[in-house]
C-alpha cells in the first residue's frame, strides 16, 4: 500500500516537472517559431529574405535545422544550420546563393531568378535538456518582373463613325509577369455595357457601333503584385450628328417656332446642331407650296420691309461624314402689317356675328394673336410686343378686340439631303 501511494507521488513529480520544462521551453504556445508572413512576393535581380522569429529564449538551447525550395517538379535542399552557422551542401553550383540571416534562422536569398519561384520550408529543431521539439513553417514565394509603361494601339486610329465603326483598343507592355489590365475612360473605370466587350485578360477592350458618349480619353492601367504603370492618354474622337437642331434670332419675340418682328427691321437668324464635324447649312424659302434654297451657311439675314405679312422659312443641317442630316422650319411675321391689315377690314367684317370657333375644328389651328385697339382717352397698348410705329384707331365703337390667325403646321425631320 505505502509502495503504491509512493509511486504515484513520484509519477506525479516527473509529470509536473516535465510539463514545467515544456512551458519554459516553448512558452504558453506549442509554436515556438513563426512567419510574419505566409506569402512573400520578390523582384526578380533584387535581393529577399524570408523572416522567421524565435518565440523562446535561445539561450543555453541547441538549434539546429534546414531550408527547402520544393517547385512543382522536385525538392532541392538548400543550407542546413546549427544555431547561427550555415552548413552548405557543397554540391551546390553557388553556395553564396542562399544564405542565413541572424540573429535567428532567417534567410536570405540573393539576386531572385525565376528559378527561385516556389515554396520554401524551414524545418527546426530545438533542444533544451533532454527534450527535443522539431516545428516545420512555409513561405510562398513568387518571383515578378515588374511591368513597363503600357501603350495602347487604338483602331480605327483617327476617328469612328456613330452607329457605323467598331472601336478595338489594345493594351501592351514590353515587359512584365502576371500582369492585370483595367480600363479607365473619362479617369474612372469603365462601367457595365453591353457595347463594350473585353478579352478575357481585359489586355483588349471592343466598342461595339460608337456612339457620342464613347467620346474622351482612355487610359490602359498594366499592374502586378509589384507595381503599376499607367499609359499615355489614348483620345478617341466619333463623327456624329446632327442633334438638337434650332434656330434662334437676335432681336424680335419668338414663339416657338415663330418670329415676329417690325417692318424695317434687319433680322440676323442663327442655326445650330450639335454634331461632329460642324455641319453645312441651307436655308431654304417656302412660296406657294414651292421651295428654293436662298443661302448657305449658319446665319441667314433678314430684311422685314422686304417681306411679306407671313414668311415660311427652313434650316437644314447636314452631316458630311455621317451622311445624316435634320431640318426645321419657322415662320417670320412682320406685327406692323398684321395690324394694318386687320385695321383696313370693314367694320361689319369686323363686326360680323360671333361664331363658337368650333364649327371645323382644323381651321382652328394655329397660333392666336389678340390685339387691344385702345380707345380715344387710353394708351396705345400692344399684348407682349415691343412695335413701332404703331397706327391709332379712335372712332365711337372702335375699344373692341379683334385677332388674326398665323396658320402654323410643325413638318417632320426629314432625312432626304437637301437638293
Not at 517538379?73 to 550555415?86: E, K
Amino acid at each position: 500500500m505505502g509502495w503504491d501511494v509512493f509511486m504515484d507521488l513520484f509519477h506525479s513529480t516527473v509529470y509536473f516537472l516535465l510539463c514545467e520544462t515544456l512551458v519554459v521551453f516553448i512558452g504558453t504556445t506549442s509554436a515556438f517559431i513563426k512567419v510574419p508572413l505566409s506569402v512573400i512576393h520578390g523582384i526578380k535581380g533584387e535581393s529577399l529574405v524570408l523572416l522567421v522569429e524565435y518565440t523562446f529564449p535561445t539561450e543555453g538551447r541547441n538549434i539546429q535545422g534546414n531550408w527547402q525550395l520544393r517547385r512543382a517538379n522536385n525538392t532541392m535542399h538548400l543550407v542546413t544550420f546549427r544555431d547561427s552557422f550555415p552548413i552548405h551542401d557543397m554540391a551546390m553550383e553557388s553556395i553564396n546563393k542562399f544564405s542565413l540571416h541572424p540573429p535567428n534562422a532567417s534567410l536570405l536569398i540573393n539576386k531572385l531568378e525565376d528559378s527561385d519561384d516556389g515554396e520554401y520550408t524551414i524545418q527546426i529543431n530545438v533542444k533544451y535538456k533532454e527534450l527535443v521539439k522539431t516545428q516545420n513553417q512555409t513561405i510562398r514565394v513568387t518571383v515578378n518582373v515588374p511591368v513597363s509603361k503600357p501603350t495602347v494601339h487604338m483602331e480605327p486610329a483617327s476617328a469612328a463613325v456613330e452607329d457605323v465603326d467598331n472601336v478595338t483598343m489594345t493594351c501592351s507592355v514590353e515587359y512584365g509577369t502576371r500582369v492585370v489590365y483595367q480600363w479607365l475612360h473619362g479617369g474612372s473605370p469603365i462601367p457595365s455595357n453591353p457595347r463594350y466587350t473585353f478579352s478575357a485578360d481585359h489586355r483588349k477592350l471592343v466598342i461595339s457601333l460608337a456612339k457620342k458618349g464613347d467620346i474622351g480619353k482612355y487610359i490602359c492601367v498594366a499592374s502586378n503584385l509589384v507595381s503599376k504603370m499607367w499609359s499615355e492618354p489614348a483620345q478617341l474622337n466619333v463623327f456624329y450628328g446632327p442633334y438638337h437642331l434650332k434656330v434662334n434670332s437676335d432681336i424680335g419675340l419668338q414663339t416657338r417656332q415663330v418670329f415676329t418682328v417690325n417692318a424695317g427691321e434687319t433680322v440676323l437668324f442663327h442655326c445650330s446642331a450639335d454634331s461632329n464635324p460642324p455641319n453645312t447649312y441651307a436655308w431654304i424659302h417656302k412660296v406657294n407650296n414651292m421651295t428654293k434654297e436662298i443661302m448657305t451657311g449658319p446665319h441667314f439675314i433678314v430684311n422685314s420691309g422686304e417681306i411679306t405679312l407671313t414668311n415660311e422659312y427652313m434650316c437644314c443641317a447636314y452631316n458630311n461624314i455621317t451622311k445624316k442630316q435634320d431640318e426645321t422650319q419657322f415662320t417670320v411675321i412682320v406685327a406692323n402689317l398684321v395690324i394694318k391689315q386687320m385695321y383696313s377690314r370693314p367694320l361689319m367684317e369686323q363686326k360680323r356675328p360671333h361664331l363658337s370657333g368650333h364649327e371645323d375644328a382644323t381651321d382652328d389651328f394655329g397660333i392666336y394673336e389678340f390685339i387691344a385697339i385702345p380707345g380715344p382717352s387710353e394708351p396705345t397698348r400692344v399684348s407682349n410686343r415691343s412695335l413701332s410705329e404703331l397706327d391709332s384707331v379712335h372712332g365711337p365703337n372702335s375699344h373692341t378686340t379683334i385677332y388674326e390667325v398665323i396658320r402654323y403646321v410643325p413638318e417632320a425631320s426629314s432625312t432626304a439631303p437637301v437638293k
